[in-house]
């Protein structure tokens, strides 16, 4: 039964990782056509990437609410927002005169809500050690980081806030490589409630 059980675990995080590099394809794809004048084609693949994103809540829940029932409604819930936000943002590109300023807005709000409640799920990751601590301390550092760069993008300072989004998305990007690879480790911590 146990083994049964970290199979289903290790697809889901197979699952996680291959959605969070799919994400990046269909925000940044869907984006650049929407931009460049294909505004319907890009519209559908922001919405399917919101679609992805509530699926990554819902999968990172089911793995983390054993150990971390708040950690896993914060991450879920963070999630939701997010997609919910570029979601909403992509219909206003689409659909709105000036839509472009309000996806803007909305963009950065959902980073700014992935940056902070993305800050649980990493410190389950350095509390579990069920990817190398290393990366997991990068996302750790690098959410909280994105979080700042969306403020200074909003204060004006957006060349010195693209710098600041490099370790967040190196982390989601090895992140969902590793995953995809290898899945997640056991847990080192399972019995240990990592709640804060």
Request: overall charge positive; hydrophobic content about 55%.
């Amino acid at each position: 039964m146990v083994h049964g059980k970290e199979k289903s675990k290790n697809t889901k995080s197979r699952l996680i990782g291959g959605l969070f590099l799919l994400a990046f394809i269909l925000y940044g794809g869907g984006t650049a056509l929407a931009l460049n004048g294909q505004m319907i084609f890009g519209m559908s693949l922001i919405l399917t990437n919101s679609v992805v994103v509530i699926v990554i809540g819902l999968l990172v829940k089911s793995i983390l609410e054993k150990d971390s029932p708040l950690s896993a409604n914060i991450y879920f819930f963070t999630r939701l927002s997010e997609a919910l936000l570029l979601g909403i943002g992509a219909i206003a590109l689409t659909f709105v005169s000036d839509g472009g300023e309000l996806n803007t807005t909305l963009y950065r709000l959902a980073m700014i809500i992935l940056g902070l409640g993305s800050i649980v799920f990493c410190r389950w990751l350095i509390a579990t050690r069920v990817i190398y601590v290393p990366l997991a301390w990068l996302g750790y550092i690098g959410y909280p980081l994105m979080t700042l760069s969306m403020v200074a993008e909003f204060l004006g300072y957006g060349n010195f806030a693209i710098i600041l989004l490099i370790p967040g998305a190196v982390f989601e990007l090895t992140f969902g490589i590793l995953l995809l690879l290898v899945g997640l480790r056991s847990p080192i911590n399972a019995s240990q409630k990592v709640d804060p």
